[in-house]
């Protein structure tokens, strides 16, 4: 039951910080070509104050719960070494991480990220997880 319920949470978190990634790259960079810079970042400044209240939580939330979801579903490393799953499921860990000290980092450190300062490689990063995140149980 408990990990039914961290599963959910997990995907529940993911759904928020994603969402948010798909909104802000998908329709709010868009809105520059109709306003003004200063319009612009008026009106983004209405959206982020929303946001700062729950996404950089939701990505902590979704590293928390898929570290015990890994240390759940990991498994033991046979003598041959890794295996796909495995490997696969470690590389989506690896970019979750990332994400997760990343968004840490910038949103409760004030550390700005050294590159890809922009939300377009978290949300690159984010549908590259989902695939793994499917793909890993059939390699
Ligand atoms: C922002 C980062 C992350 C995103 C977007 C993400 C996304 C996802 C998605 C979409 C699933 C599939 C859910 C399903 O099909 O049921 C999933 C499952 C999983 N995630 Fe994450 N995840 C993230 C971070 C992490 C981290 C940091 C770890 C481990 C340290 C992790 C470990 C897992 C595990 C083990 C599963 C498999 C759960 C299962 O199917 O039983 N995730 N994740």
């Not at 008026?42 to 939580?57: A, D, I, N, S």
């Amino acid at each position: 039951m408990t990990y039914l319920i961290v599963h959910l949470i997990h995907i529940f978190s993911v759904f928020i910080y994603g969402g948010f990634l798909f909104t802000d790259n998908l329709f709010l960079s868009k809105m520059k070509r109709d306003l003004s810079e200063q319009e612009h970042s008026k009106v983004r400044e209405y959206f982020m104050k929303y946001v700062r209240k729950l996404v950089p939580k939701s990505l902590i939330v979704a590293v928390l719960s898929g570290i015990y979801l890994i240390l759940v579903n990991f498994g033991e490393i046979s003598d041959e070494g890794l295996s796909n799953f495995q490997i696969v499921l470690l590389l989506k860990a690896f970019l979750g991480l990332w994400l997760g000290v990343r968004g840490v980092l910038q949103v409760f450190f004030g550390i700005n990220p050294l590159v890809f300062k922009s939300h377009i490689v978290p949300f690159i990063l984010v549908i590259i997880i989902i695939f793994l995140s499917q793909i890993m149980f059939s390699v």
